[in-house]
T-cell receptor, first 110, second 112 residues
Framework: SQQGEEDPQALSIQEGENATMNCSYK?????LQWYRQNSGRGLVHLIL?????REKHSGRLRVTLDTSKKSSSLLITASRAADTASYFC??????????FGKGTTLSVSS | SQTIHQWPATLVQPVGSPLSLECTVE??????LYWYRQAAGRGLQLLFY??????ISSEVPQNLSASRPQDRQFILSSKKLLLSDSGFYLC???????????FGPGTRLTVT
């Protein structure tokens, strides 16, 4: 399957710093989503960006999408310890199957 | 508001034993339902999805099966577990015409 790829695999920062994680994909998409997963829990939907959008904001989250490069980035500004989690990009393939990347594990220390 | 339940939260089963994991959704009708498996340190693998009662699509040939006996109930089963079935199983739902998926808390399955 055309699995997305997040980069970096792991990221450690201090509280207050910004965290940027990237996602690359291999197929044409209508939209791309980002999810967060706290350790041992289910995933939580964060934000969806459509293929005709280049940038989208939600609170401290900023997502960009470059369809020509088949890439997206998630920026978390002013990180907090509570932002410690794994972050996944996801997109639809063949209509119904949501394809997830392997995720970026973010650790925010106080 | 909508909620999704999964049980059990954790399960330890011997090789060769049967499996039944249940997922129910409240507060919505005719949702799309999904079963995913997540191996340690990896992304999610879609196992099954359903767009209606009795309608199941399998993404990966394996030792597992799924059923949807009621509109908001999704069951993952196996007749005989393998060691490779260990993992974190997640159920999710979406509105039939929406892209966002909403996940349950997951079941940690260890096959010994």
């Amino acid at each position: 399957s055309q699995q997305g790829e997040e980069d970096p695999q792991a990221l450690s920062i201090q509280e207050g710093e910004n965290a940027t994680m990237n996602c690359s994909y291999k197929t044409s998409i209508n939209n791309l989503q980002w999810y967060r997963q706290n350790s041992g829990r289910g995933l939580v939907h964060l934000i969806l960006i459509r293929s005709n959008e280049r940038e989208k904001h939600s609170g401290r989250l900023r997502v960009t999408l470059d369809t020509s490069k088949k890439s997206s980035s998630l920026l978390i500004t002013a990180s907090r310890a509570a932002d410690t989690a794994s972050y996944f990009c996801a997109y639809y393939q063949a209509g119904t199957a949501l394809i997830f990347g392997k995720g970026t594990t973010l650790s925010v220390s106080s | 508001s909508q909620t999704i339940h999964q049980w059990p939260a954790t399960l330890v089963q011997p090789v060769g034993s049967p499996l039944s994991l249940e997922c129910t959704v409240e507060g919505t009708s005719n949702p799309n339902l999904y079963w995913y498996r997540q191996a340690a340190g990896r992304g999610l693998q879609l196992l099954f999805y359903s767009v209606g009662i009795g309608q199941i699509s399998s993404e990966v040939p394996q030792n597992l099966s799924a059923s949807r006996p009621q509109d908001r109930q999704f069951i993952l089963s196996s007749k005989k577990l393998l060691l490779s079935d260990s993992g974190f199983y997640l159920c999710a739902w979406s509105e039939y015409n929406s892209y966002e998926q909403y996940f349950g808390p997951g079941t940690r399955l260890t096959v010994t």
